[in-house]
């Protein structure tokens, strides 16, 4: 079975930062796109950032210019540079990959969450 494992939320201040990472493991034969969303308290799941096996990034515009997505396709590994957090970044951050296992076909997965709080 393949698994998402994400690490890096906590409790930081306005104005500071976080690194998100996500490490995919199992039978991997491949993996395409890989993700970060997030879905505050009563609000829809959203799509933070992206990045293509390519290295092409695109971000949502309430996040452009303060954090950054990056991969290691060596370790199956996304991150997420979080920087001059505010509160309103406040949300559970959801990892999200394109993988093909051995054996099976092309499949979206997600991972468990991570918290991340922004308060003083």
């Known amino acids: 079975q393949p698994q998402l494992v994400e690490s890096g939320g906590g409790l930081v201040q306005p104005g500071g930062s976080l690194r998100l990472s996500c490490a995919a493991s199992?039978?991997?034969?491949?993996?395409?796109?890989m993700g970060w969303y997030r879905q505050a308290p009563g609000k829809q799941r959203e799509l933070v950032a992206a990045?293509?096996?390519?290295?092409?990034?695109n971000y949502a515009d309430s996040v452009k210019g303060r954090f950054t997505i990056s991969r290691d396709n060596a370790k199956n590994t996304v991150h997420l540079q979080m920087n001059t957090l505010k509160p309103e970044d406040t949300a559970v951050y959801y990892c999200n990959v394109d993988m093909k296992m051995y054996g099976s076909s092309w499949y979206n997965y997600w991972g468990q969450g991570t918290q991340v709080t922004v308060s003083s």
């Open positions: 199992g039978n991997i034969v491949g993996i395409a796109r």
């Open positions: 990045i293509t096996s390519g290295g092409s990034t």
